[in-house]
């Protein structure tokens, strides 16, 4: 499958660097490593598939990322980064703090249905993070910045119905939790397109009425 022009430029966008010869190389295997663990999972995430999968040698899979935990990490950054993209260009669209909600809540639902094998990689992190602290302490970081970012938006969009910082926060933390557990649902059963969006809508929707009491 062909890179997408997009998702380079957000890599390297990431990674606040120009792309050089080495560089474009990294994201190769970064991409590769992602279509590796969508088709066979946590046996796709080896030198060897990934070499194969670019038709290269492991020595060179090797060269540019010296550990596997590396090309995780890499991987991570790289996803977050893409949901996190999706997610902003969905806020920049909305009209009022309503919309932004529901802005908030559909771009990690659209992240997923346009990234399926992305959600593959996801999926094998939280089982290591559930193993391994280091994983863990990057969990950590990763949702405090979303319900940092989601709190921010309750606070100066709903001062009228919320005030306390406290109540704030304890609400985003809430509504994280629930669009997480809602997401994880439905890519982890074999649901159709309506009853995805279905959820997606009651997610919005449940979150309003947390914040509003309506």
Not at 35 to 51: F, N, Q, S
Not at 90 to 106: C, D, L, M, T
Not at 186 to 202: C, F, I
Request: proline share 2%; aromatic share 8%.
């Amino acid at each position: 499958m062909a890179l997408e022009k997009e998702d380079s430029a957000l890599f390297f966008k990431l990674f606040e660097q120009k792309p050089r010869k080495g560089d474009i190389k990294k994201f190769e295997i970064v991409d590769a490593a992602i279509r590796c663990v969508a088709a066979d999972g946590i046996r796709g995430l080896t030198y060897d598939a990934i070499g194969k999968r670019l038709k290269i040698g492991r020595s060179h899979v090797l060269y540019h990322f010296s550990s596997i935990d590396l090309i995780l990490d890499a991987s991570i950054k790289f996803i977050t980064a893409t949901a996190q993209d999706i997610t902003v260009g969905e806020i920049k669209k909305a009209k009022n703090p309503k919309q932004q909600i529901e802005a908030f809540v559909n771009g990690a639902f659209f992240w997923a249905e346009n990234h399926p094998e992305q959600v593959a990689v996801l999926l094998l992190f939280y089982h290591f993070c559930a193993t391994q602290p280091q994983y863990k302490e990057i969990h950590t970081e990763i949702r405090k910045v979303g319900q940092q970012r989601l709190a921010m938006m309750i606070a100066t969009g709903f001062k009228d119905d919320i005030s306390e910082p406290a109540k704030v926060e304890r609400i985003a933390l809430m509504a994280q939790g629930l669009i997480t557990g809602n997401l994880l649902a439905v890519v982890t059963t074999n649901k159709k397109t309506d009853y995805v969006n279905e959820v997606r809508l009651q997610t919005s929707k449940a979150i309003l009425e947390m914040i509003t009491g309506k």
